[in-house]
């Protein structure tokens, strides 16, 4: 989704560097943050609806996005919209990079 590209630019990360999980969730807070996100009543949710990037990064095919939700569901959605890569490097500093399907928990 768009909203990784930006979330990445804005954390001064280059969109083709790996980041790990730690670093995804630093980025998200950052953006989440920034754009004034967080919910007045409840501290642990952020308002969805008010960023449509946002908005697209969290929806599910066939699902309604909703208004607001907890910080941690909404990055484990964002992050189930993401490929994931992994990155071995060998001792004359060779490296291969695969794009798998993991199932991680943040």
Same mark, same amino acid.
């Given at each position: 989704?768009?909203?990784?590209?930006?979330?990445?630019?804005?954390? @001064?990360?280059?969109?083709?560097?790996?980041?790990?999980?730690?670093?995804? +969730?630093?980025?998200?807070? %950052?953006?989440?943050?920034? %754009?004034?996100?967080?919910? @007045?009543?409840?501290?642990?949710?952020?308002?969805?609806?008010?960023? =449509?990037?946002?908005?697209?990064?969290?929806?599910?095919? =066939?699902?309604?996005?909703?208004?607001?939700? %907890?910080?941690?569901?909404?990055?484990?959605?964002?992050?189930?919209?993401?490929?994931?890569?992994?990155?071995? +490097?060998?001792?004359?500093?060779?490296?291969? +990079? %695969?794009?798998?399907?993991?199932?991680?928990?943040?």
């Amino acid at each position: 989704p768009k909203l990784i590209v930006v979330l990445t630019i804005a954390a @001064a990360y280059r969109t083709s560097t790996l980041l790990t999980i730690p670093q995804i +969730r630093e980025v998200f807070l %950052k953006y989440v943050a920034a %754009k004034g996100l967080v919910n @007045a009543n409840d501290q642990s949710y952020i308002n969805i609806s008010e960023d =449509n990037a946002l908005s697209a990064a969290v929806s599910v095919k =066939n699902e309604e996005t909703p208004e607001f939700m %907890k910080r941690d569901d909404a990055l484990n959605r964002i992050r189930a919209n993401m490929q994931e890569w992994y990155e071995m +490097r060998t001792e004359g500093g060779e490296t291969l +990079r %695969k794009c798998v399907k993991l199932s991680l928990s943040v």
